[in-house]
């Protein structure tokens, strides 16, 4: 019989597992993938101090406590469907039922889409997919690619492309409408990727990152662009440029593009098409709460976030008895801070079965939380932290009525 | 050149790994143990993985994480099936799938 069962291997769940393991909990973990490790599997990134993150190794280290510790960990099982019961939870799989007293769901987040005409020929994929191809099955995704997108996900994946072999041509922004919303407006766009210039190799922009700090600074910046753009490793980034249609019969062919004024609207007489042989769109996370929902648990919505979050509280108790939730589906943050808030949830189920003899070490990890959070290399959202709070502050309230 | 990712700069070298035959559309294909369907098909050159069953348009995966369902094929029968997700085995049948018929569909390519 065991205690818990996660849904999600990835950083926030495995962390969990390997928490309320260690306070003796019985604890099973299921996920879709072939694999453990959720996301992290493709992630790769060199940190300002020039250590590299590597994803598999972070994974493969995780998963190996946690078999060590006794926690089951089957994949490729995706579940559909929760029920609560006099027990706990009926869990519908496919591979069959589970019941089990307590639940966490840390099944991460999921690619938010950014419809551009063309956009379902063979070639076009999100963003994350050419990572997990390039890092994961290691395969390149096509010889030279278009970027639609410009954001921390896609500058960082569009680097790890460039370091398996693929060209990128270009990476530019999505057309300006109401789904894409700011990430078609040159300023916006500047101004989000100004949070992530530490990333970048170049001195210049390095500096640019420091001296732009001003608002009237970044306006004048946009309007004074370059249309050409600027680089991060030699991949060209252009604010100015935005794709129209996606192009090709029976695979992508090219990109139709224009330049833009500051606001993202196309400048007439600038429109070409320029050849490509794959397009990532990047689109942004949301957090992949449906499992939530369908549990019964009432949601909070917070751009900051990422969207619609479950409400929860800082011990990642949701309001529904034996639901608790961790990692990108209470709102998008890095690897990291999905292990230090698995770690806090794995915890908390731990003290609810009864087995925390001691709560020093939730409070610590609660703590910890948000420390890692401070010294995050990758931040997905200036505001994380009053979003953060706000979903606090709804939870309290929810709890108290 | 190989779509392959034999070496690389940061990951390292995969070193050997078990050749795989499988078929695709009835053409046989190769993989390596451990390769997803869609990655084996598309290290081939292949990027559509099926047809959209109303429009009969050509699609190939999306999101490779299993979000989407774009890449659905058929597998040893088995409708729905998500390449990006499914590890090749050995002997495979993998189907892209058809246009299906809309008969209650006005205008549809039945007519
Ligand atoms: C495509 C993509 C790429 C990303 N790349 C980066 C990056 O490069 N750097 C970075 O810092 N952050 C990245 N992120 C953010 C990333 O989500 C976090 O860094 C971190 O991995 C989140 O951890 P998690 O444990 O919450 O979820 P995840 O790592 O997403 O793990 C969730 C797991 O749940 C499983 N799952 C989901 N639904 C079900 C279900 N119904 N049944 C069974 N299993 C299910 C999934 O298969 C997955 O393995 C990325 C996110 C996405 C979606
Ligand atoms: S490509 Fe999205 S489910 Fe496979």
């Not at chain 1, 935005?242 to 062919?253: K, M, P, S, Y």
């Not at chain 2, 499914?86 to 390519?109: D, F, I, R």
Request: charged share 15%; hydrophobic share 45%; glycine share 12%.
């Amino acid at each position: 019989m065991i205690d818990l069962l996660i849904i999600g291997a990835g950083p926030a769940g495995l962390s969990a597992a390997i928490a309320s393991a260690r306070q003796g909990l019985a604890v099973r973990v299921v996920d879709e993938f072939y694999r453990p490790g959720g996301r992290l599997l493709g992630q790769l990134h060199q940190e300002p101090d020039g250590v590299w993150w590597n994803g598999l190794d972070e994974a493969a280290r995780l998963t190996e406590e946690a078999r060590h510790l006794g926690v089951e960990i089957i994949c490729g099982v995706s579940v559909f469907h929760l029920t609560q019961s006099r027990n706990g939870w009926v869990v519908s799989t496919t591979q069959g039922e589970m019941t089990v007293p307590l639940l966490l769901i840390a099944t991460g987040a999921s690619e938010a889409a950014v419809p551009v005409p063309g956009w379902t020929l063979p070639g076009v994929m999100s963003i994350g997919a050419a990572q997990v191809m390039t890092n994961v099955q290691r395969v390149r995704v096509g010889q030279r690619g278009v970027v639609v997108g410009i954001n921390i996900l896609s500058v960082a994946i569009s680097r790890e492309l460039q370091l398996a072999g693929v060209t990128l041509d270009r990476m530019i922004l999505p057309p300006s409408t109401t789904v894409s919303g700011t990430a078609g407006q040159p300023k916006a766009v500047m101004q989000s990727l100004l949070r992530v210039a530490h990333l970048a190799p170049s001195l210049m922009i390095r500096l640019g990152s420091k001296l732009m700090g001003s608002s009237w600074m970044q306006k004048l910046a946009v309007s004074l662009y370059p249309s050409s753009g600027f680089s991060m490793w030699d991949i060209p980034i252009q604010l100015r440029t935005a794709a129209l249609e996606i192009v090709g019969t029976f695979q992508v062919e090219g990109v139709r593009i224009a330049q833009v004024a500051a606001d993202g609207s196309p400048i007439a007489g600038t429109e070409q098409v320029i050849p490509a042989d794959f397009v990532c769109i990047a689109g942004g996370l949301s957090p992949l709460a449906e499992l939530a929902a369908i549990a019964g648990c009432p949601f909070a919505y917070v751009p900051s976030l990422g969207g619609h979050v479950p409400l929860h509280n800082e011990s990642m108790r949701t309001p529904v008895p034996g639901l608790y939730v961790a990692g990108n589906i209470t709102g998008i943050e890095s690897a990291k801070v999905a292990m230090a808030q698995g770690t806090v949830a794995g915890l908390s189920i731990a003290k609810a079965r009864g087995k925390l003899t001691n709560e020093q070490p939730l409070s610590d990890a609660i703590q910890q939380v948000k420390i890692v959070r401070q010294n995050a290399t990758i931040q997905f959202d200036p505001d994380i932290v009053a979003g953060r709070a706000l979903v606090g502050q709804m939870t309290a309230e929810w709890i108290a009525h | 050149m190989s779509q392959r990712i034999d070496h690389h700069p940061v990951l390292g070298s995969l070193g050997d790994r078990k050749q795989l035959s499988f078929y695709y559309n009835g053409t046989v294909y190769t993989a390596y143990e451990g390769e997803t369907i869609a990655g084996a098909l598309l290290a081939a050159g292949v990027r559509t993985l099926r047809v959209h069953e109303e429009k009969g348009t050509p699609r190939g995966i999306y999101c490779n994480i299993g979000h989407c369902y774009e890449c659905r094929v058929h597998v040893d029968g088995v409708p729905t099936v998500r390449a990006c997700m499914t590890l090749v085995q050995e002997g495979m049948q993998v189907n892209a799938g058809s246009l299906l018929p809309t008969p209650l569909k006005k205008g549809g390519h039945g007519a």
